[in-house]
Every structure is written in C-alpha cells, then in structure tokens.
C-alpha cells in the first residue's frame, strides 16, 4: 500500500501519536452489523488508520470485527496499526460508573485498550432515558470532576492510552484545568468552515489540547445539517481553481488550522478522495475567502436543555460560546 494514502500524526500531550484524519461511524439509518464491517474493512484497505465510535452509536462491535478482520486478511499487521476512539455515554457520566462503561467498550470492540475514551457530553442522563427523547427528569447532575477521576483512573489501569473530552467550550475546559492531574489530550467538537471555533482552537492551542472536527462538512445529508459547507459559493471557486472536491478543500481547511477531521463517506470514491488532501495547500488568499463564509453553529444541543435543568439554555450549555 502506498504509505501517501495514510494521514499524516500528530503527537498528542499524552505522549502517544494519533492519525489526523479519522473515519466516524455515526449514522442514520445504521448499516447491518456486517454490512458496517465490510464498509469499514474497505476503509483499512484504503489507507484509513483512525475509527471514531461510541458507546451511544452502536458501531463498536463492528470497527471491532473490522481490525480483527482486517488483521487476518493481512491489509495490516496487528491491532496497534488502528487508532481507536470511543466516548462516555452520558448515562455513564459519574465517578462509579466510568470504569465499568470503558470494560463494556472493550468488550464491544474486543479489545485490551482504547488509543482514546472520550467524556461525550458535559452531561449526564438517567440509565432509563430514551436518547433521542428526554424529558425534563431524565436530567441529572454532571459532576465534571468525579467524572474525569474516572477517566483518569482508566488511563493509570492502562485500558485507555489518552484521555478527552467532545462537545467542552473554553469555560469547561478551563474548569476542568483546575483540578485534572491528567490534562485533556483532545477535545471533539463541531468544526467546519461555516463554524470556524477560532476563539477554541486558540485556546486549545495554548493549553496543548487538540481538536478533532466533527460534521467537518456541515452534516451535510443529515436530518439536522446544513448546507452551509457544501454549497458555499466561495468553496465552489476554489475548488474549481485547484481542480479538488468541495469536500476536499473544505476538509484541507481543518488540517491547516491544526485540526483533525472525521469524515464519515461510506462510498469508497470518495473514502479516497477524503485520504488526499495532504499534499497540497491553501494559499493565504483562499484561507482569507475562507474567514468570509458566514458563520452559525449547527447542531445547537436544544435537546439537553430544560427550565428546571443544569442547562436552562443553549447559550449556557455552551458557556454563550455559539
């Protein structure tokens, strides 16, 4: 395989490498088990050496069969060759409950170890809840400390070998600077030229965190996307200019800030296409045009917010950061 089709890494906090460019397995309406398996199976053939799952998505056990696969068709030698990241559900976002959650993850997917166990949400949900319909009771208090405890006491077990969180605004993060012994390697966000996150990434930056993107095209396809990445005009010329996909300038643009993104094409064309944007750049007038495409958040996270719940509001759940 030729080594350009992988993404290059980056040396996270923690002291270990992760590739930056991941493939999410978020989606609706979720291939079967096996069909998932084969899809990402093709992924591992194509040059894909990062897989972003979770406990809420359902997908661990197939990027599980995947690597194994994967390591018994000989597209890779072992199952250290695959960077893994899975997240916290948001029903297991307390101190006691954090261990346990992990040890099912690596039931799921088979493993010994995650390369990176995320805190999902600053939130935390009943073990009763319906994910995709709470109500106002189903809302309970996220104690970001006794919580990350339990993720740092995750890392010292060696079941995970980095540490984060997704979805933390800078006044999150900077709470949970006060008291972590184990700083955040990474923090998992909404990302894209149409919600540029330049005051986080600055942040992040100064205080050595890393940001991977999530919807880096705007969720486009997506029952609550936009359009905003894919049909920017500005997107438009410069692709046509530089002969590449919108995708592909838009995806570009993230790695040039210093972020990861995570695709999330199923269509082998363009799993490739998504692998090549390392090779070439931006010039500063395109970065420039870029900083003009109109900015608004897409997913708000309205459904976490309640009257009588930690978060009242969505500009309190993102600390007025939207």
């Known amino acids: 395989m030729e080594r ?71 597209l890779i030698d072992n199952r250290d060759e695959i960077f893994v990241t899975s997240k916290l559900s948001t029903k297991d ?33 009943k073990q009763s809840a319906e994910l995709f319909n709470l109500r106002e009771d189903d809302m309970l208090e996220f104690d970001v400390k006794g919580v990350w405890e339990g993720m740092e006491e995750c890392c010292r077990l060696g079941l995970v070998k980095s540490i984060g969180v997704s979805n933390f605004s800078c006044a999150k993060l900077s709470k949970l600077l006060e008291f972590a012994s184990i700083p955040p390697a990474v923090n998992q966000v909404e990302m894209n030229v149409g919600w540029q996150q330049q005051k986080l990434l600055e942040y992040c930056k100064e205080k050595r965190i890393h940001v991977c993107a999530w919807s880096p095209l705007a969720a486009n396809g997506a029952i609550w996307g936009s359009l905003a990445v894919m049909d920017s005009p500005i997107l438009k010329e410069i692709a046509a200019a530089k002969n590449k996909t919108i995708a592909q300038v838009a995806l570009r643009w993230i790695h040039e800030q210093g972020g990861s993104p995570i695709v999330k094409s199923f269509n082998k064309e363009r799993m490739k296409q998504n692998l090549q944007i390392f090779d070439w750049e931006l010039t500063v007038d395109e970065l420039c045009k870029i900083q003009k495409v109109p900015q608004a958040k897409v997913y708000r996270g309205e459904r976490f917010v309640f009257p009588e719940g930690q978060y009242k509001s969505v500009e309190e759940l993102w600390d007025g950061e939207i």
Do not use: C
């Open 93 to 125: 976002t307390h101190r006691d409950l954090v261990l346990p959650a992990l040890k099912e993850t690596l039931r799921k997917l088979g493993m010994d170890y995650v390369d990176l166990y995320l805190v999902h949400w600053p939130i935390r949900i």
């Open 4 to 74: 350009s089709l992988l993404a290059p890494e980056i040396l996270l906090n923690s002291g270990h490498k992760m590739p930056t460019l991941a493939l999410g397995t978020a989606t609706y309406p979720m291939p079967p088990p096996h069909q998932l398996t084969s899809i990402l199976i093709d992924a591992i053939a194509a040059g894909y050496r990062h897989f972003d799952t979770a406990a809420s998505y359902g997908t661990e056990e197939a990027v599980g069969q995947a690597v194994a696969d994967a390591v018994e068709r000989g």
